[in-house]
Every structure is written in structure tokens, then in C-alpha cells.
């Protein structure tokens, strides 16, 4: 079976909902899937603005994708790997989110589905900022004018100028 020819599937999350997403950029036909996290949200409250943006989100994003895109609320790991199943997926694509949250429902996937490849996608970088993070006031001031204007500060670290 050829590359073109592997059945994927791609993982949304709430980091992840743009149509310039890379893993739906890489997999653009391919089956979406957005799961509200119900063991996440039963610990943690979320305010409810919060959900109904998140779930316009997935509607806008569902609208403006050639391949179908399904909404669930379960245990992430199992709602994945039931998804990929259901469209007999050799490939799961996801954009990176840099969250302990991430690797946990990566790892929880890998044992569900351990014939399921997991191919993570890196996200865009806004800036070429790769400092410390102390504050998010001072933070802006060093990456405004790189994320607002396209000019470099010459004043902060970027990747690979230390």
C-alpha cells in the first residue's frame, strides 16, 4: 500500500481548531474527529462560553474542509481509537500541543491501538522568540513587534542564534 493509499485520520483538539492546522493541512480529506473530554471536564470546570466556542469552532471548521468531521464527549484515548477503527485507520495525524494532557492521551492511544501509527505534526511558531517565559507582559514586548509587524527585536534569543 502506497502512502497516498494508507487510511488516515486526524485528531483535533482545542489547540488545534484552525483550517491552517497541520495535521489537517497534511490530511485534508481525511476523517476529523474533536472529543470533548467528559473525565476532563467532570475534574476540572469549564465555563460554558468556553465549551460553546469550542464546539462554533469545530462547526466553522467542519464547514470550511472537504473531509467530514465528527464531534464526540468521552475519554479521549477511547474515543480515538474507536474513530480510527470505525474508518480502519493505519495513521492517526495530530498537530503537537505542549500539555502533560497531550501525552497522556498519546500514550493511552498507543496502548489502545498499538498497530495505530501516531504521526504528530509541529505547530506553527507566531515568533522566533526561544527565551525564557517569566511573565507574559514581558514576553510581549519581546515578540511584539516580530508577531505584529514581521521585524525581529535584535534584542531576544531565537532559535539557533544563542
Known sequence: MTAAQVR??????????SVTDPALSACPDAPALFVFDRPFLQAVPVAFPRLAFMYQGVRDLAAHRP???????GAVPDELAAFAAAHHAAELHVTRNFTPDFARIVDGLRAARPDLRVVIH???RLTSFDGPLRRFFGFWKKV????????????FPRRGHR
Open 8 to 17: 488516515r485520520v486526524v485528531w483535533v483538539h482545542g489547540d488545534s481548531l
Open 67 to 73: 473531509g467530514p468531521t465528527e464531534l464526540r464527549v
Open 122 to 124: 509541529e505547530p506553527e
Open 144 to 155: 511584539e513587534r516580530e508577531v505584529l509587524h514581521g521585524e525581529p527585536a535584535p534584542d
